[in-house]
């Protein structure tokens, strides 16, 4: 067994069993001819090699029991689909609950639609063939009536992240039945998030997890398949695309750009936003602030990747192309009392967001967030059409819902916003649990 296989397969079984994403299911991820998969007394907190082994059409029949039945269903999984890697059975309590309902989940988040599927089927038995047909058309999540879900990806990371966002949005239709219920996209506007985030978004991503693994992963040896069915590091060739110099020079655009990487990474550490979702923005001065790229992951960001942006023209300088939604943070710190604004996709915010309607603020959370946190309109992410639907939602608030999408939080500065960000997902949590 490959080594690198096994150690990617732990890291990854780690993060979900930690995360409470998974208890009795299974990781799989393409290999030669066949997957490398956990056993069923696989531990996930400590994977070793002896709870991975090799399956492929030759030797699969030799298994029995559950674990045959899920060999099968991850195995035809990931070849339904050239561009899957990995797979997984996931049971959350909300996702092994939503998929008691046999019922489809609607695109009730445009994350939900980008990373999971224009919608989430519901496969009409727990076999292979009924889980291939669920997963065909634009997805790469379908639940398992009774037992979970089956989630693909291109890698585990890619799992991990999609099984936060269904994990999420199973969550969010739970607890807003007794508050109105959610509102869904139409389906015209699912495929556009979708295809946008396939071709563009995910992109840049993608490359930056690949270079990072490549970096720590063992080259594999002739033969070999590398880890995760990507290719091996090509040699060294010259820069396909335009070198750029980064954008941040002085000392204190220095110290900015280190507060915004430390900020993002509070920000997934708190479970505010999820892989490359969201963005931040700090005022340099009344004509400049300093924003994250577009489409990369936090923990892989750098600080001198950080871009600075006319907030006028919205025209950027940097390594890397600023936020697409550059345009809201202008606006929100034109207002001379802000100097720093986030945007985010935490838990229980991305609930009311996908309830497309303001929320009434408890009034422990009041002095901080005011009386109600209104909701803007929904819009494709990085267009005219949200800014101005933005602009025109928040007034005085100091955050604002986007509907179907998140949050957007503004305050005097940088930990300012952070605070607003927390009290907010409390508030929202205190309103859907009341």
């Given at each position: 067994m490959n080594e690198a296989i096994v150690a990617n397969i732990a890291k990854y079984a780690k993060m979900l069993f930690e995360k409470k994403y998974i208890e009795s299911g299974y990781i799989a991820v393409k290999e030669a001819d066949g997957i490398c998969i956990t056993t069923a007394t696989a531990n996930f907190?400590?994977?070793?090699?002896?709870?991975?082994?090799?399956?492929?059409?030759?030797?699969?029949?030799?298994?029995?029991?559950n674990f045959r039945a899920a060999a099968v269903i991850l195995f035809c999984a990931v070849r339904q689909d050239k561009n899957s890697n990995a797979a997984a059975i996931v049971d959350s309590e909300s996702i092994l609950?939503?998929?008691?309902?046999?019922?489809?989940?609607?695109?009730?988040?445009?994350?939900?639609?980008?990373?999971?599927?224009?919608?989430i089927k519901c496969a009409a038995k727990n076999v292979a063939a009924e889980v291939v047909t669920s997963l065909s058309g634009l997805r790469n999540c379908c639940f398992l009536p009774d037992a979970g879900a089956v989630v693909t990806g291109r890698t585990l990371n890619e799992v991990f992240t999609a099984t936060l966002v269904l994990?999420?949005?199973?969550?969010?239709?739970?607890?807003?039945?007794?508050?109105?219920?959610?509102?869904?996209?139409?389906?015209?506007?699912?495929?556009?998030?979708?295809?946008?985030?396939?071709?563009?978004?995910?992109?840049k991503n993608q490359e930056q997890q690949k270079d990072a693994a490549?970096?720590?992963?063992?080259?594999?040896?002739?033969?070999?398949?590398?880890?995760?069915?990507e290719s091996p590091a090509p040699e060294a060739k010259p820069e396909e695309k335009e070198e750029r110099a980064t954008a941040i020079v002085t000392d204190e655009e220095k110290e900015i750009a280190q507060a915004i990487k430390d900020a993002g990474m509070t920000m997934l550490e708190e479970n505010l936003v999820q892989g490359t979702w969201g963005n931040i923005a700090v005022k340099l001065d009344e004509k400049y602030m300093l924003a994250t790229p577009s489409g990369l992951d936090y923990v892989l960001l750098k600080p001198e990747q950080i871009a600075k942006v006319d907030m006028e023209t919205l025209e950027w300088t940097g390594t890397d192309k600023a936020t697409s939604e550059k345009g809201i943070h202008a606006v929100?710190?034109?207002?001379?009392?802000?100097?720093?604004?986030?945007?985010?996709?935490?838990?229980?915010?991305?609930?009311?967001?996908?309830?497309?309607?303001?929320?009434?603020?408890?009034?422990?959370?009041?002095?901080?967030?005011?009386e109600e946190i209104p909701c803007a309109k929904a819009a494709l992410p990085g267009t005219k059409g949200l800014i101005k639907n933005v602009g025109e939602a928040i007034g005085g608030a100091p955050a604002c819902f986007l509907a179907h999408h998140g949050v957007i939080a503004r305050g005097k500065d940088l930990e300012d916003a952070l605070n607003i960000c927390r009290a907010l997902e409390k508030a929202c949590e205190t309103y859907l649990k009341a």
């Open positions: 907190d400590d994977i070793k090699a002896e709870d991975v082994v090799f399956v492929n059409d030759k030797n699969i029949e030799s298994y029995e029991g609950k939503y998929s008691q309902k046999h019922l489809p989940l609607q695109p009730i988040l445009d994350d939900l639609a980008q990373v999971c599927g224009i919608s994990d999420k949005a199973c969550n969010a239709e739970l607890l807003a039945e007794g508050k109105g219920g959610t509102q869904h996209l139409g389906k015209v506007q699912a495929v556009l998030e979708r295809v946008v985030y396939q071709l563009k978004y995910s992109k490549e970096h720590i992963a063992d080259k594999p040896a002739d033969g070999e398949a590398p880890v995760e069915g929100l710190l034109s207002d001379g009392k802000y100097g720093a604004t986030i945007h985010s996709h935490p838990f229980y915010g991305c609930i009311l967001a996908a309830m497309d309607r303001p929320l009434p603020v408890p009034d422990e959370y009041k002095d901080i967030l005011g």
